[in-house]
């Protein structure tokens, strides 16, 4: 375990007890207490995931999350906060956040919600390749998107996710094998996570979402992705 890890938490106590308990976990920390300062460091490091706390100073966490997505990073990005409404944890996850942990909360069950994020997200090491379609460009190593230069805003599922149905490009993939695949799922959980997530891609990627030629159904059996692209070095 080398992991990279940026704390984004404004309590010193917690901050200090939480960066504590990381790098005795073998994980490399760096921590901040200020919102602007968080999200500074979001798009100047290398971070492999991000632990966002709600309430900072300067620039709150839903902002931070907000903007570090808008920015093309898709790092995974678990939030933190002592806020207990369900609105507060639905708007973090549509802006791009992965996971939510209510505070005050048990230091096993976050390291084990890191772990979680960390074994889905893709190895940088294998992913080495710009991919183009045509004006759609996906740059695996840097984890970004754009569309003729314009960055395109995914989370890190939805990054995850493509990447995972471009290492299959032509295979169709059930709705079980992605599930288990990308989230880790069981057989036969019974969720629209997928198609959600399917949907969302095809908005944010296809030039018309209501024809797909990149992602596909395949009718009763999944869907697979069929275009194909030159690699272009990064």
């Not at 007890?17 to 968080?38: H, K, M, N, P």
């Not at 710009?130 to 990054?159: C, K, N, P």
Request: hydrophobic letters at 40%; proline letters at 3%; aromatic letters at 6%.
């Amino acid at each position: 375990m080398n992991e990279s890890i940026l704390l984004i938490e404004d309590e010193p106590d917690l901050r200090t007890t939480l960066t504590d308990r990381l790098q005795s976990d073998g994980y490399r920390v760096q921590s901040t207490g200020d919102g602007e300062a968080g999200f500074r460091q979001a798009l100047e490091g290398d971070f492999d995931l991000i632990v966002l706390d709600v309430m900072l100073p300067r620039k709150n966490g839903f902002d931070v999350c907000r903007d570090i997505r808008k920015a093309g990073r898709n790092m995974p990005i678990l939030m933190l906060t002592a806020r207990d409404q369900l609105v507060d944890k639905v708007l973090g996850l549509k802006i791009g956040a992965d996971d939510y942990l209510l505070k005050p909360f048990e230091m096993l069950e976050l390291t084990t919600r890191l772990e979680v994020l960390l074994r889905r997200t893709p190895s940088r090491a294998i992913a080495d390749e710009v991919q183009q379609f045509g004006d759609l460009r996906i740059d695996l190593r840097g984890t970004t998107v754009s569309r003729a230069g314009e960055t395109i805003s995914l989370s890190a599922r939805e990054f995850q996710l493509l990447r995972y149905l471009l290492e299959h490009r032509g295979a169709t993939l059930s709705r079980d094998v992605i599930l288990k695949d990308v989230w880790g799922y069981g057989q036969g959980t019974q969720t629209r996570t997928v198609d959600v997530h399917i949907f969302s891609l095809r908005q944010k990627l296809e030039a018309d979402p209501k024809n797909p030629t990149l992602i596909l159904t395949v009718a009763g059996l999944g869907y697979k992705f069929v275009a194909q692209s030159s690699s272009i070095p990064a």
